[in-house]
C-alpha cells in the first residue's frame, strides 16, 4: 500500500508546488496599492542645455513608403531654411521644419481624424501606415510634437501599482482621457526593474532576473525632465543615479534599439521568449528632438504581417531619424490607440493596429497590461 500512496503523495505535491508557483508568477495580484500619479505638481521640468536641432540629415528612410499622403512629417532628409542655421551647434538632433512651419502644425481648435490624426494649440500627432522593406508587415508611426514634456504621460492599469494587475490599453486611455497610446514596459510582470512614472518613483529594485532571449542586456530609458532620453544599464547604475538625473519616466523593459543616431541591436538578438523567431509585433517609442517624439507599433503572427525583428524595428526609428529609440513590449500586448481626448470612444473604434491576432484568427484582441505610455491632457 505504502509503495503505491507514497508516489501519489509525492506528484499531488509536485503539482500544487507547480501550480501555485505559475499563479504566484502570472497571476496571483501582489503588493497592490493605490498611486495617484497624476498630479505631481512639485515635479520641475527643465529646459535642455543642447536642444537645438541640426537642420540636415545624410540618412534616407528606405526601409518603407508610406500608404498615408496627409502627413506633414517628411521622411527623407533635406534642409531646413530656419534662420537657426548659421547657429553653429554640435546637436544630435533632427529638423526639417523651420520654427514657423512648426509652430503650424498645431491648430487653434482641435481637429481629430479617426486613427490618423489629432492637433490643438499644444500637441500635434499625425499617425502614417506603413510596410517594411520585404513587404510583409504592417507598421504604424505616430509623428508627436508636444509643447510641454507634461503631456508625455503614463498611466497604470486601474490606477493601482502592483504585480498582475491589468487592464487594456484602450480602457486605460480612455478612463484617463488620453488622446495617444501604446501599452508600456509590462513593469507588473517582473519583480524588479526601476519604476519612475510622471516623476513619482515607485519601484527602486534591480530586476537581477529579467528574461533576455538572446540579449544580455539590461538597459533602462530615462526620460529626464528636460525632454531628452538617456539609457542606462541597470546592472551597473544604482537608482540614486538615475534619480540624480531628474526622471519624469523611467521603463525597464528594453534592449535600446538607437544611441546616438545609430542602430544599437544586431540581427541576431531577440528579448524574452520570441512566439514566432525573431518576427513579432513590436512597440518602440523615440526621441527625434525634445519635445518631438514618435511612438512605432507593429502587427505581426498573422496571415497579414509575419511581424518584424529588433533589428528591423531599429533601423525603421533610425531612418525616422531618432537620436535614442526604445524598445517596449511586443507580441500580443502590443497596441496603439487614438482618441480625441474625451474618453467618449465607442468599444474598439479608434484602435490603429490590429493587436493580438494569430495566424486564421480575424478577431481582433487586446492584451491586458500593467501600463500604457499616453499623450494628454492634464486631469481634474
Not at 198 to 210: A, E, F, I, M, P
Request: with cysteine; hydrophobic share 30%.
Amino acid at each position: 500500500m505504502k509503495k503505491i500512496v507514497i508516489p501519489i503523495l509525492f506528484t499531488v505535491v509536485g503539482v500544487c508546488f507547480t501550480t501555485y508557483s505559475f499563479l504566484d508568477t502570472f497571476i496571483i495580484v501582489k503588493n497592490a496599492k493605490a498611486v495617484d500619479i497624476d498630479h505631481n505638481s512639485g515635479f520641475s521640468f527643465g529646459t535642455p542645455s543642447s536642444s537645438k536641432p541640426s537642420t540636415s540629415s545624410s540618412s534616407n528612410n528606405t526601409s518603407s513608403s508610406s500608404n498615408n499622403s496627409s502627413s506633414s512629417y517628411n521622411f527623407s532628409s533635406s534642409s531646413s531654411n530656419s534662420s537657426q542655421s548659421s547657429v553653429p551647434v554640435a546637436n544630435r538632433y533632427y529638423e526639417n521644419l523651420t520654427t514657423e512651419q512648426i509652430a503650424a502644425l498645431f491648430t487653434p481648435e482641435k481637429v481629430f481624424r479617426e486613427r490618423e490624426h489629432y492637433s490643438d494649440p499644444d500637441i500635434y500627432i499625425d499617425i502614417t501606415t506603413h510596410r517594411d522593406d520585404a513587404d510583409t508587415t504592417t507598421y504604424y508611426v505616430a509623428d508627436i510634437r508636444i509643447n510641454s514634456l507634461g503631456y508625455f504621460k503614463t498611466a497604470l492599469a486601474k490606477d493601482t501599482y502592483g504585480m498582475h494587475i491589468k487592464e487594456r490599453t484602450s480602457d486605460i486611455c480612455k478612463r484617463k482621457k488620453g488622446i495617444l497610446a501604446i501599452n508600456g514596459d509590462t513593469y507588473g510582470e517582473q519583480e524588479g526593474g526601476y519604476v519612475v512614472r510622471n516623476g513619482v518613483s515607485l519601484r527602486d529594485t534591480k530586476n537581477l532576473n529579467r528574461m533576455r532571449g538572446t540579449t544580455s542586456k539590461a538597459e533602462d530609458l530615462i526620460i529626464r525632465g528636460d525632454g531628452t532620453f538617456a539609457v542606462i544599464d541597470e546592472r551597473d547604475t544604482s537608482f540614486e543615479e538615475v534619480t540624480a538625473q531628474n526622471p519624469w519616466q523611467v521603463f525597464s523593459f528594453g534592449p535600446a534599439l538607437v544611441k546616438e543616431n545609430e542602430v544599437s541591436v544586431n540581427e541576431n538578438e531577440e528579448v524574452g521568449v520570441a512566439l514566432s523567431g525573431n518576427r513579432n509585433q513590436r512597440c518602440a517609442i523615440g526621441i527625434i528632438s525634445p519635445n518631438h517624439y514618435c511612438f512605432v507599433v507593429s502587427d505581426g503572427r498573422n496571415s497579414e504581417s509575419s511581424g518584424i525583428s529588433l533589428f528591423t524595428l531599429g533601423t525603421i526609428m533610425k531612418n525616422l531619424h531618432c537620436e535614442t529609440a526604445y524598445n517596449l513590449d511586443g507580441g500580443g500586448s502590443a497596441t496603439m490607440y487614438l482618441d480625441d481626448g474625451t474618453g467618449n470612444a465607442n468599444h474598439l473604434g479608434h484602435l490603429v493596429n490590429t493587436p493580438g491576432q494569430l495566424e486564421g484568427d480575424k478577431t481582433i484582441k487586446q492584451r491586458e497590461v500593467s501600463d500604457i505610455v499616453y499623450i494628454g491632457k492634464n486631469q481634474a
